[in-house]
């Protein structure tokens, strides 16, 4: 098979939104997507821009991405966040997914960055696997703490 990585642009994020759907149904949360092609264009390409998308093309046909962005870490310094890295269910296991991690290891490499890091959901086993022999440490004894928009609501009125 072949395929080609590139930066995406403005015009692929209907796909790069339905493939962020794709996982989000393959982990069982569709409902948990709120994120629109707008807010993926506004994200993406214009200023500031809050992430980089790197798209693999299979045919003329997007089947993977990588969105990452970069954060400040009070113990390293610059690091790059991988939020997702996402290959269409038919097109697992065929490569994709080691091109793209490939880019984004390069990608940070060329920003200077101390870490990437990134998080992958305890049961998807294979992902977990995939991660491991690209020599990711997968840690086990953090917990992701986060507040959705109603925390971030209920934690202001109760300052």
Not at 91 to 114: H, P, Q
Request: charge should be negative; glycine fraction near 8%.
């Amino acid at each position: 098979m072949t395929f080609s990585i590139r930066k995406a642009v403005k015009s692929d994020m209907p796909r790069v939104l339905e493939l962020i759907v794709e996982l989000a149904v393959f982990e069982k949360e569709p409902e948990a997507v709120k994120v629109t092609v707008e807010d993926l264009e506004k994200g993406g390409f214009e200023s500031p821009e809050q992430f980089v998308c790197f798209v693999a093309e299979c045919d003329g046909v997007i089947e993977g991405i990588a969105l990452v962005y970069n954060r400040f870490s009070t113990w390293k310094g610059p690091v790059l966040h991988l939020e997702d890295l996402i290959v269409s269910q038919q097109k697992r296991g065929t490569g994709l997914g080691t091109a793209l991690l490939d880019t984004v290891v390069k990608y940070g490499k060329s920003l200077g960055v101390r870490r990437i890091g990134w998080e992958v959901i305890d049961w998807n086993t294979s992902a977990i696997s995939f991660y491991e022999k690209k020599g990711a440490d997968v840690k086990r004894d953090w917990f992701v703490v986060q507040l959705n928009e109603e925390g971030i609501e209920n934690y202001i009125v109760n300052i």
